[in-house]
């Protein structure tokens, strides 16, 4: 009796000091565990300001300091966050101004995530602030949640600088969740989404493709137009996890220019060393006008710099960069097929697989059979870490699944010397 009730209480402890979603910071047994960082304090206290929709006793208070740009806090959880299919966040928040916006970010074991909220609206009223991250790159390894109100502006440490927010919350939204894209892009998919945020006047779209040739005969391209005065337009496209350069630097896109001479900037970005010029970059040129051409970008250059890296999760495209557009045909190019070159000096990374697996989604054991030996498989994650590998030395081949987390997986199958790679869903 007396074990099981050490037992019990140690239960009960480790469940009262748990910390997990959703947060109302209104247990006088569990402990908060904010970490401050760049002059940011946080501080559990009473609620001033006891009002509207929230009417709880205790709220989180979070003051940048005197002339802290990029202060903020984060709280710890006790377990990664499972964003499979809840993507809905929401924050009460307080501010003593209108229109600035809170960024809530996750960090962790994995790639970090983030979004930047709409301003809030009013000044001196709690509000409900939510963040949808269903079109975004996540992952359900990071169990810490960072708060920075009004990134980028200098605080003074005084009333306009001391934010509220309570009540964090997670839920499913209405809209689907989107099924990223991978290398390599070929803009066929009927469902992969191929998320593109344009910028600087950029406009981009997939549509049809308007000169097919023995080039390039794909169906869909996709196509980008610097608008009128616009120097740096671009668009970037959110990619499902972390791209891998660790064995292949080269990447080939195709084009089409209306002009020959103009220059496509590809750029990798995402990373959390990107703040700190983690982002890397190249360009080409287009020698041809008015039909296809595939360009090379090679990141082998040991004078590149920054040099590359495996954490960036994003592409950028600029056409013509730091020449103004017009808008018209002489400032709409199209691009297609991205992908990691084929050379054979390189492992092609994320290729067509010839190894079939199932089932996908996967629960409990993964299946894999191919057409010939399979001499090895390994199991990555979407941050490139290699989590299970086998040496099978078969045509067939089950991986035990019931282990892993919820989330996306690759599996690279080496069959003849040549590594084939898949994509399945842990659920």
Same mark, same amino acid.
């Given at each position: 009796?007396?074990?099981?009730?050490? !037992?019990?209480?140690?239960?009960? #402890? $480790?469940?009262?000091?748990?910390?997990? @979603?959703? %947060?109302? *910071? =209104?247990?006088?047994?569990?402990?908060?565990?904010?970490?401050?960082?760049?002059?940011?304090?946080?501080?559990?206290?009473?609620?001033?300001?006891?009002?509207?929709?929230?009417?709880?006793?205790?709220?989180?208070?979070?003051?940048?300091?005197?002339?802290?740009?990029?202060?903020?806090?984060?709280?710890?959880?006790?377990?990664?966050?499972?964003?499979?299919?809840?993507? !809905?966040?929401?924050?009460?928040? #307080? $501010?003593?101004?209108?229109?600035?916006? @809170?960024? %809530?970010? *996750? =960090?962790?074991?994995?790639?970090?995530?983030?979004?930047?909220?709409?301003?809030?609206?009013?000044?001196?009223?709690?509000?409900?602030?939510?963040?949808?991250?269903?079109?975004?790159?996540?992952?359900?390894?990071?169990?810490?949640?960072?708060?920075?109100?009004?990134?980028?502006?200098?605080?003074?440490?005084?009333?306009?600088?001391?934010?509220?927010?309570?009540?964090?919350?997670?839920?499913?939204?209405?809209?689907?969740?989107?099924?990223?894209?991978? @290398?390599? %892009?070929? *803009? =066929?998919?009927?469902?992969?989404?191929?998320?593109?945020?344009?910028?600087?006047?950029?406009?981009?779209?997939?549509?049809?493709?308007?000169?097919?040739?023995?080039?390039?005969?794909?169906?869909?391209?996709?196509?980008?137009?610097?608008?009128?005065?616009?120097?740096?337009?671009?668009?970037?496209?959110?990619?499902?996890?972390?791209?891998?350069?660790?064995?292949?630097?080269?990447?080939?896109?195709?084009?089409?220019?209306?002009?020959?001479?103009?220059? @496509?900037? %590809?750029? *990798? =970005?995402?990373?959390?060393?990107?703040?700190?010029?983690?982002?890397?970059?190249?360009?080409?040129?287009?020698?041809?006008?008015?039909?296809?051409?595939?360009?090379?970008?090679?990141?082998?250059?040991?004078?590149?710099?920054?040099?590359?890296?495996?954490?960036?999760?994003?592409?950028?495209?600029?056409?013509?960069?730091?020449?103004?557009?017009?808008?018209?045909?002489?400032?709409?190019?199209?691009?297609?097929?991205?992908?990691?070159?084929?050379?054979?000096?390189?492992?092609?990374?994320?290729?067509?697989?010839?190894?079939?697996?199932?089932?996908?989604?996967?629960?409990?054991?993964?299946?894999?059979?191919?057409?010939?030996?399979?001499?090895?498989?390994?199991?990555?994650?979407?941050?490139?870490?290699?989590?299970?590998?086998?040496?099978?030395?078969?045509?067939?081949?089950?991986?035990?699944?019931?282990?892993?987390?919820?989330?996306?997986?690759?599996?690279?199958?080496?069959?003849?010397?040549?590594?084939?790679?898949?994509?399945?869903?842990?659920?």
């Amino acid at each position: 009796m007396k074990k099981i009730t050490s !037992i019990a209480f140690l239960l009960i #402890f $480790s469940i009262g000091f748990a910390q997990n @979603l959703p %947060l109302d *910071f =209104e247990s006088t047994t569990r402990t908060y565990p904010f970490t401050d960082f760049d002059g940011g304090v946080a501080t559990k206290i009473g609620n001033p300001q006891i009002s509207g929709i929230n009417t709880s006793k205790t709220v989180m208070q979070l003051v940048k300091g005197p002339g802290a740009v990029w202060a903020g806090s984060k709280i710890t959880l006790s377990a990664p966050v499972d964003l499979t299919t809840d993507r !809905i966040f929401k924050v009460k928040v #307080f $501010s003593p101004v209108a229109g600035i916006k @809170l960024l %809530l970010k *996750f =960090e962790g074991a994995g790639s970090f995530f983030q979004k930047l909220s709409s301003p809030i609206t009013t000044a001196n009223v709690w509000e409900e602030l939510t963040f949808d991250f269903s079109a975004e790159a996540v992952n359900n390894l990071n169990n810490q949640i960072v708060f920075m109100f009004d990134f980028g502006t200098v605080g003074d440490g005084g009333p306009n600088s001391t934010y509220l927010f309570d009540d964090i919350t997670q839920s499913a939204g209405t809209a689907p969740i989107l099924a990223l894209p991978i @290398l390599p %892009l070929d *803009f =066929e998919s009927n469902t992969e989404t191929y998320p593109f945020t344009d910028f600087g006047g950029g406009a981009t779209t997939i549509i049809s493709n308007p000169y097919p040739n023995a080039v390039n005969s794909s169906s869909n391209v996709v196509r980008i137009i610097k608008n009128p005065g616009e120097t740096f337009a671009g668009s970037v496209i959110q990619m499902a996890g972390p791209i891998d350069f660790s064995t292949n630097k080269i990447i080939k896109v195709k084009v089409w220019s209306p002009v020959a001479g103009k220059k @496509l900037l %590809l750029k *990798f =970005e995402g990373s959390p060393t990107d703040f700190d010029g983690g982002a890397f970059e190249t360009d080409a040129i287009v020698t041809k006008a008015n039909e296809w051409e595939e360009l090379t970008f090679d990141y082998n250059s040991p004078t590149l710099f920054p040099p590359v890296n495996n954490n960036d999760n994003k592409i950028v495209f600029f056409f013509d960069f730091g020449t103004q557009g017009d808008g018209g045909p002489n400032s709409t190019f199209y691009f297609d097929d991205v992908a990691f070159s084929a050379n054979p000096l390189y492992l092609p990374s994320f290729a067509n697989s010839e190894a079939n697996i199932y089932p996908n989604p996967v629960s409990n054991q993964l299946s894999i059979d191919a057409n010939r030996e399979i001499q090895k498989v390994s199991i990555y994650n979407l941050l490139g870490q290699e989590i299970l590998t086998k040496s099978p030395k078969s045509n067939k081949t089950t991986l035990e699944t019931s282990g892993l987390q919820k989330g996306v997986y690759i599996t690279k199958t080496t069959l003849d010397g040549k590594v084939s790679t898949s994509k399945f869903i842990k659920e």
